[in-house]
C-alpha cells in the first residue's frame, strides 16, 4: 500500500519559550507543508529517505587560499531522528510493526523554527499509521507526535505538534498533565512576512539554555515569563479584533522580552529592526531563535518591508496563514 500525508509549518506569533512554563502560546498553520509518502513492505525493514528538505544557509569563508563551504545540513541528520522515533512509537501505540519505505519532502527549510521536526513527526504518523492498515485521528496523531518531540528533543512543549495536527490558529497553554487548546476564529488574513537567516543554535540548546537561566535566577527569570504570558493575553484580543497597529506593538515587545531571557541575536535583533525601520507595524523573532525565523506584520502588500529584509540578506518568505492541519492526500 502506498500513501502520501502531509502536514503544515507553523508560526509562534506570540509566546514561544514562556509555553514551556505554562504560559499561553498563539500559533498558527502556514501553507508550507512537509509531505511524507510511505510504502509498506513485505519485509520488517524500514527504510528512509528524505529528499528536498530545503537546507538554505550556505556560509563560503576563504581562509588564506582555502575556501570552506558550510551549510546548515547539519539541520537535515536530526529531522531523521524525528522519523525514526515516529515510525517506533506508532507501531507502539498501534500495538503493530511493519516494514516500510518512508520518504520526506518539506516545503520550507528545516531547523528554522518553522516547526518543520513536528510536521516531519506528524506526517510520518499519519501516513505510517494507513500503511499499516490503521487510521488515527488527528488528536491521536497530535498525542503520539508530542511523545515523538519529547524523546527526540528532551523538552517540548505541545504547541509545534498541535498546530501541525490540527491546523488553523490555535491558543495553547498547558501543565503538568492538562493542554488546553482553543480555535481562535481570526477573521482577516495577517499580512505577515517571514525572514530567515542562519540558525547558530538548535531548539533543545536554547530550551536548555532558557531552563539554566531561570534555575540560576529565579526571581528574575520567572518574571520575564509571566510579563510574555500577559503580554500573549492582550494580543489575543488584538488578533482577534484585527487591530494590526497594537499587534505590532505587542510584537515589539515580546521580541524584547525573548532578547531579555537571551535567545535572541545580533542578526535577528538586526533583521526585526530592519523590518520596523522600513514601516513594519512591529517585528519579532519567532520560535525558539538562536538564529532561525523572524516575522514582520507589514502595512498592506509590504513590498518596501519586504526589500529591506531581502537587501539585509535575508531569506524571506510569504504564505498563507490558517493552514489545514494534518492530512491524507492520497492512498493507492
Ligand atoms: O523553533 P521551534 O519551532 O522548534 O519552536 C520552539 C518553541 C519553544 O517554545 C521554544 C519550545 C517549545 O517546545 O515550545
Not at 71 to 90: C, F, Q, R, S
Not at 251 to 259: A, E, F, P, V
Not at 292 to 316: F, N, Q, Y
Request: overall charge neutral; some cysteine; proline content about 3%.
Amino acid at each position: 500500500m502506498k500513501v502520501l500525508a502531509s502536514a503544515p509549518g507553523k508560526v509562534t506569533l506570540f509566546g514561544e519559550h514562556a509555553v514551556v512554563y505554562g504560559y499561553p502560546a498563539l500559533v498558527v498553520a502556514i501553507e508550507r507543508r512537509v509531505y511524507a509518502f510511505a510504502e509498506s513492505r513485505e519485509d520488517n525493514v524500514i527504510k528512509i529517505s528524505a529528499k528536498d528538505l530545503r537546507v538554505p544557509g550556505i556560509v563560503i569563508s576563504y581562509i588564506g587560499s582555502e575556501v570552506v563551504l558550510e551549510t546548515d545540513y547539519g539541520m537535515v541528520l536530526p529531522a531523521i531522528a524525528y522519523i525514526n522515533k515516529a515510525i517506533e512509537l506508532t507501531s507502539k501505540y498501534l500495538g503493530s510493526r511493519k516494514g516500510v519505505n518512508i520518504e520526506i519532502k518539506s516545503e520550507m527549510p528545516v531547523g528554522a523554527g518553522l516547526g518543520t521536526s513536528a510536521a516531519v513527526a506528524i506526517s510520518t504518523i499519519a501516513a505510517y499509521a494507513v500503511a499499516n492498515g490503521h487510521s488515527l485521528d488527528k488528536e491521536e496523531i497530535a498525542r503520539i507526535g508530542w511523545e515523538v518531540e519529547k524523546e527526540v528533543q528532551g523538552i517540548a512543549s505541545p504547541m509545534d505538534t498541535s498546530i501541525t495536527s490540527l491546523g488553523g490558529y490555535l491558543r495553547i497553554k498547558y501543565g503538568k498533565s492538562t493542554v488546553e487548546r482553543a480555535r481562535l476564529n481570526v477573521g482577516t488574513e495577517l499580512p505577515l512576512i517571514i525572514g530567515y537567516v542562519e540558525r547558530e543554535a538548535k531548539t533543545k540548546d536554547m530550551v536548555a539554555m532558557v531552563r539554566e537561566r531561570l534555575e540560576r535566577y529565579p526571581d528574575i527569570y520567572s518574571d520575564i515569563m509571566k510579563l510574555i504570558g500577559q503580554v500573549v493575553s492582550r494580543a489575543e484580543g488584538s488578533l482577534l479584533s484585527g487591530d494590526l497597529s497594537e499587534l505590532g506593538f505587542l510584537m515589539n515587545l515580546n521580541h524584547s522580552l525573548l532578547d531579555a531571557l537571551g535567545v535572541s541575536t545580533r542578526r535577528l535583533n538586526e533583521l526585526v529592526n530592519v523590518a520596523r525601520d522600513s514601516g513594519a507595524y512591529g517585528a519579532k523573532l519567532t520560535g525558539a531563535g538562536g538564529g532561525g525565523c523572524v516575522i514582520a506584520l507589514v502595512p498592506e502588500k509590504g513590498e518596501v518591508v519586504e526589500t529591506a529584509m531581502r537587501l539585509h540578506g535575508s531569506m524571506v518568505m510569504r504564505t498563507k496563514l490558517g493552514a489545514e492541519g494534518v492530512r491524507i492526500e492520497r492512498t493507492e
